[in-house]
């Protein structure tokens, strides 16, 4: 039976291989030999992928971060409701193993589009949306305990970073110094084999929750003035910046302080920057960060920094559920401020965005709100 | 019995007005009794007929047709089978231009003495069947005559019958008129004798030469010298009709006379020209049914009297004993003492008073129901070969229900079911189509597609016009070829199976009911019987969708019609509760059959989607290390098998390995479709 699609570019010459890309494909490798193995055997072939549900995480409480458990789930070919999943399972391998020949990378879009055909007789995609991919790398990642980098996997860009820092980003010298009004960009990967910190004179990490404050604190030279770094993440922070704090802040020994929303959402960024999050939790010793300190906005905010009732926004039920879940959660049942906190904001029964503090002034926040906090050490752990 | 008294009242009073405001002013008198004696007159029963044909199902056109050949075809199958004669009918349908039709009916019945073909054809009520208790078609001795009468009073032409009794004697050969104020034949050819037509083969000669219409040999097969049909009767009657296919027609009661008669052959010409044979698929005749006398149950007090004043027996007991079944002398005694009459007092004696009580007595006397072997059923297995024949599909059942008893009469119900197929309007070809778009009275072109084809709801109908991007109310006439063709092929492809409603044929001694359908108690028991459980849908109080045919058969000495043109059978608790246990009986079966194919489709669902992976699966391992891709695909096929079946062992809630596909019992036929789960070609 002729098949029709050549697929696989043989023209293409095999990039010179790392020893961390030797080893990824031998794990890779290991993957597809199971299942000859077990159809020599005549059994199911089966995978068993490390749980990445909350029930098989748990909170490390020497090591204050989240740890992912022991547990896996079998993924069996023979399945009916697993058997479209194992074959993705599989087609992701070979799609990886296709760009670490190549000595290339894409992003997770990129991948599921090399790998997204209509399967030989039916009328079935491989894969439907991006959706129904993502997981599935996720799922390679963490059964053959390879990082999505070392896959050659990436995800798009989300946040950036400005400040008194010198990198080396694959080569190219940059200067987050000179870096305009929009920043240095940061990448999925930041892997010390692509970025490198040259030099570093700044004395701490400010982590904004998204792009509009970051750009008040650039714009009014924030960084310069405290001689800190900037960065955010666009609302939750993707991997590589979670990975640029967690490096700077052990490598280079900076102290990372987060600026966020008043309101459930906010105390979760801070809390997966911190303790790591349930989906991730196999990277958290790479990504958390245990000593990471949160600024604002807090609910006493309102009275302390005499905001007007008409810019805080009503808790809807969702928020209510959401910061009761959050109080319980283990890193934060044991500590007494973060119970107040969240009990006060339920008890003020509004939200507050950092925006807000612009009622008082344009530049309150960065003039004002953060120099004071700074000066009196007033965070919450 | 010829003729019928009217007793219209006598107008003895002033008809009109009332009298106060007129004050004392004699009222005029328009007529006398005198004058109004002189109009008074006997009424033919011909006459009656001829202008209430309604009432004999001669309402319109399209119907005489049908009602012309059902009834023509009734008496032969009733002469066959009497004669014990395996049934060959030969039906012709020719058009003589101006809505006219010619239709010859042939059969190789016993054919008819030279004496009584005249009384048979040429008069009303004459006939064998009404005075006896034995199942048959026919009942009253109406029918045939009274077609011939219509095509006479439409056409002016006369009925032709040619009558053949043996090879050896000659052929009757009459033109026969009814004289329909007296009520008597007319015989016009032979001057007024009929004429004879020698054996052999001058006979065949003498009919070519004077263009007598006879069938005289069998098909045969290719080579084989055919036979002669050597008896048998045709009768050929012109008549006014309507030719038009679809629901109700006279190719439909071939059609459904062939499934309930398979041991009958029907050649069928229609007007234009198609041949269309259904042949037997049996030589086996139905048993003969035999005649009973009344059962005392069934009796009214009416006939009770008649059959008192027309007994030769002298006394009462010898009167009960004689005239009724299942009366034996001590019921006869039992029946006598409850009446406080003497079993032995005369039975000419009896009066209307004494009828009376002995009426009452009857009633209030246990008498053992009536011996019920006077009824021939058509017989699962026949049920089974006649509706698979005709019927396409992929599941057929049967059931016949022992005989039980109403009003004193036996009767008997089998019911007999076809699951799948496809629904007559995906059968159609485009030729025909484009014809009955051509002869349709309907309006619209929903109320066409509803009308014309059996088992097609609203719902169905609007799909498939949606299908074709037509309008439902566009009319059927004036579509041009490219629209025919859309519509054609809309219905070819649309899927019906949710939107088809169950077709119900129904049956009374083998006879195609085709008409009143909502009346009849056929179709109340199956809308009453709840159809959910055995895996069909259905709305409430309505007929059960998806692609299913029933066809039930009510056999009796007496079949309970709720009007004379024999078209619904009443609803008798007694009936109506063996249609229930009968459709109940088929039901099951039926359902047992979804679910196993269900659970088939299932499966077979489970090992295509493992299938469908696979090769990826193989790809992608062989992209990863290398291993040869068809050879690891092969024996993930080969793990594949063995898990799903065993997976499908494990579907059965019993914890018994799967069903061998015997175990619905008896009288159930499943016809393999081709089409398997595919595999990928390896």
């Given at each position: 039976m002729a098949k029709k699609s050549p697929k696989k570019s043989s023209t293409t010459a095999p990039a010179a291989l790392s020893k961390q890309d030797v080893k990824t494909l031998n794990s890779l490798r290991g993957l597809a030999d199971e299942v000859v193995r077990s159809a020599e055997r005549g059994r199911t072939p089966s995978l068993d992928i490390p749980s990445r549900s909350l029930s098989n995480v748990r909170y490390n409480k020497s090591k204050r971060f989240i740890e992912m458990g022991s547990g896996t789930n079998r993924r069996e070919l023979f399945n009916l409701s697993q058997a479209k999943s194992y074959m993705q399972t599989l087609l992701v391998g070979s799609g990886c193993k296709q760009l670490l020949e190549q000595g290339k990378t894409t992003s997770i879009r990129g991948l599921y589009y090399l790998l997204k055909h209509t399967i030989e007789g039916s009328r079935e995609e491989t894969f439907d949306d991006q959706a129904d991919c993502d997981p599935i790398i996720e799922d390679v990642e963490v059964s053959l305990d390879a990082l999505r980098e070392e896959l050659h996997v990436y995800a798009s860009n989300r946040g950036s970073m400005v400040g008194n820092i010198l990198l080396n980003d694959s080569g190219d010298e940059i200067d987050c110094t000179r870096m305009g009004s929009g920043g240095y960009s940061i990448p999925s990967i930041v892997e010390p084999e692509i970025i490198k910190f040259a030099k570093c004179d700044a004395k701490f990490v400010l982590h904004v929750e998204k792009d509009t404050v970051w750009r008040r604190f650039n714009e009014d030279k924030f960084w310069q003035q405290y001689n800190c770094i900037l960065t955010h993440g666009s609302g939750q922070p993707p991997r590589g910046v979670r990975r640029l704090l967690n490096r700077l802040h052990n490598e280079l020994g900076l102290p990372v302080y987060c600026l966020l929303d008043n309101d459930p959402w906010g105390y979760y960024i801070y809390s997966v920057i911190k303790q790591g999050s349930i989906n991730l939790a196999y990277e958290s010793r790479r990504m958390a960060i245990p000593n990471a300190r949160y600024i604002g906005l807090r609910s006493k905010d309102f009275t302390a920094c005499g905001l007007?009732?008409?810019v805080t926004i009503r808790l809807n039920e969702q928020d209510v559920r959401r910061a009761k879940q959050i109080k319980t959660y283990p890193w934060f049942v044991n500590k007494k401020p973060w119970q107040q906190e969240i009990d006060l904001m339920l008890k003020n029964g509004f939200k507050l965005e950092v925006e807000a503090l612009i009622s008082k002034d344009i530049s309150y926040v960065t003039e004002q709100y953060v120099p004071e906090r700074l000066e009196e050490q007033d965070f919450l752990d | 019995m010829s003729t019928v008294n009217e007793q219209s009242p006598l107008v003895e009073e002033p008809a009109s007005g009332n009298g106060k405001a007129e004050g004392h002013a004699a009222p005029r008198r328009r007529m006398t009794a005198e004058m109004m004696a002189a109009q008074q007159r006997d009424i033919s029963v011909s006459e009656f007929f001829a202008k209430n044909r309604h009432l004999l199902g001669f309402d319109n056109p399209r119907k005489a047709l049908l009602t012309t050949v059902k009834e023509a075809v009734d008496n032969s199958l009733d002469a066959c089978e009497e004669a014990g004669i395996v049934p060959e009918i030969w039906v012709h349908i020719e058009s003589t231009g101006n809505n006219r039709f010619k239709v010859g009916i042939q059969d190789n019945g016993p054919g008819i003495m030279k004496k009584t073909i005249p009384l048979i054809f040429g008069k009303l009520l004459y006939g064998s069947k009404f005075h006896r208790l034995r199942m048959s078609?026919?009942?009253?001795?109406?029918?045939i005559s009274a077609a011939g009468m219509y095509g006479m009073l439409t056409t002016g032409k006369p009925v032709k019958i040619i009558s053949r009794i043996s090879p050896r004697r000659p052929s009757h050969y009459y033109e026969i008129q009814i004289d329909t104020q007296k009520n008597r034949p007319e015989i016009l050819n032979g001057r007024g004798e009929g004429e004879d037509i020698p054996a052999g083969e001058k006979g065949h000669a003498y009919i070519l030469e004077h263009g007598i219409e006879w069938v005289s040999h069998y098909d045969a097969a290719e080579g084989e010298k055919p036979a002669e049909v050597q008896h048998g009767t045709r009768v050929t009657i012109e008549l006014e009709g309507r030719y038009q296919r679809g629901r109700g027609s006279v190719d439909d009661y071939l059609e459904q006379t062939a499934i309930a008669n398979p041991h009958v052959t029907l050649h069928y010409l229609d007007p234009e020209g198609n041949r269309k044979t259904y042949p037997r698929s049996t030589q086996k005749l139905p048993p003969e049914p035999k005649e009973i006398k009344p059962h005392p149950y069934g009796i009214e007090l009416g006939r009770l009297v008649t059959m008192l004043k027309e007994t030769k027996a002298t006394t009462l007991s010898q009167f009960l004993t004689g005239s009724f079944s299942r009366v034996s002398s001590s019921v006869a005694r039992k029946i006598c003492e409850e009446a406080k009459l003497s079993p032995r007092a005369s039975s000419s004696r009896i009066g209307r008073r004494e009828a009376d009580s002995l009426f009452e007595a009857i009633q209030r006397t246990r008498i053992s129901p009536p011996s019920t072997d006077c009824i021939s059923s058509i017989g699962e297995e026949l049920l089974l070969k006649g509706i698979s024949h005709v019927v396409p599909g992929e599941f057929y059942v049967a059931a016949t229900r022992p005989p039980a008893v109403y009003r004193g009469n036996p009767f008997l119900i089998e019911v007999a079911l076809a699951y799948g197929g496809g629904n007559p309007v995906q059968k159609v070809t485009r030729d025909t189509l484009a014809e009955m778009l051509g002869e349709?009275?309907?309006?619209?072109l929903r109320q066409f597609i509803m009308t014309s084809?059996?088992?097609?709801?609203s719902d169905a109908a609007e799909r498939i016009l949606k299908a074709s991007a037509m309008?439902?109310?566009?009319?059927?006439?004036?579509?041009d070829e490219a629209e025919i063709a859309k519509l054609h092929e809309a219905m070819r492809n649309v899927n019906l199976e949710s939107g088809q409603t169950m077709q119900v044929l129904r049956y009374a001694n083998r006879v195609p009911l085709q008409f009143s359908q909502a009346a009849c108690a056929i179709t109340q028991a199956v809308m009453n019987t709840n159809w959910r459980p055995y895996g069909l849908s259905q709305s409430r109080g309505g007929l059960p969708s998806g692609p299913v045919t029933v066809m039930v058969h009510m056999a009796s000495v007496w079949v309970p019609f709720t009007s004379e043109s024999k078209e619904a059978i009443a609803g008798y608790p007694e009936i109506l509760k063996e249609l229930r246990l009968a459709l109940q009986a088929v039901g099951r079966k039926l359902g047992m059959y979804l679910n196993r194919r269900k659970r088939v489709a299932q499966e077979g669902e489970r090992r295509n989607i493992f299938l469908r992976y696979l090769r990826e699966v193989a790809t992608a391992v062989s992209d990863l290390n290398g291993a040869d891709r068809d050879g690891l695909y092969d024996k993930l096929l080969h793990v594949a098998k063995r898990k799903t079946a065993e997976a499908d062992m494990r579907f059965d809630q019993r914890g018994r390995a799967i069903e061998s596909?015997?175990?619905?019992?008896?009288?159930v036929l499943i016809v393999q479709s081709e089409s398997e789960p595919e595999e990928p070609a390896a």
């Open positions: 007007s009732p008409s | 078609r026919g009942q009253q001795g109406i029918g349709t009275d309907a309006r619209t084809f059996e088992g097609l709801g309008g439902t109310r566009q009319s059927p006439s004036k579509l596909p015997n175990d619905f019992g008896d009288h």
